[in-house]
């Protein structure tokens, strides 16, 4: 059969080399993209958030590019992000900062720090605005609906571990229409689907060791699923989608 998806791609950001100027990124991470087809991305070494529109040469910085820090104009290795349609806000994972924060675009200094002391390596939302956290450090994430301050458990909390209720340093996720998550669990070499009220995911990419045969995964990262129920996954040691 033939390939689905064309072989060879083309760059829409970046590709300048690395560096700080407006037309290159640095270790880019998670992004996103919007109705007008701009691109998000979190520049990670370059400690800011940056804007590409379509066809454009260069990008514009939205948040951060401050230099390293933890200032309202500050951020420290961001690796995601996602936009709050209820507030017209983003979400960002500050993680060197320990920290995911709220940040406006039409006011930058009203930036709200909206979950300290935490190492965040993934982000997403629902359809009814609920913010879903990876927390690689405590092997678990967690959901947190509009007005929620502490967040309820929906995945893992069991401790470091390869059982079917518990994540080794998850990394990115993804929520379908369903409200099924689906989780990089990269130290576990797997993809996680944990369906809604679950007490344990199933292993639905993965899991069978460390490995580059079909059958295996070597440090999974991005994660995304179609309209068909296709799941896609960043595999970052085997180079490979």
Known sequence: PKNKYQQSGITVAGGNGKGHELNQLSQP?????????????ADYENHRIVKWKLNSNIGEIIAGG??????????????DLIFDKETNSFIISDNGNGRVIRYFDQNPTKQQILIPLIYCSGLAVDKDGSIYISDWQNHQVRRRKQGDTKGELVAGGNGQGNRLNQLNEPRNIFIDKDYSLYISDEKNHRVMKWKKDAKEGEIVAGGNGQGNSLKQLSHPQGVVVDHLGQIYVADERNHRV
């Open 66 to 79: 401050n230099g390293k820090g933890k200032q309202n104009n500050q951020l420290n290795q961001p690796v």
């Open 29 to 41: 991470r998670g992004m996103f993209i919007d109705n007008d087809k701009s691109m998000y991305i």
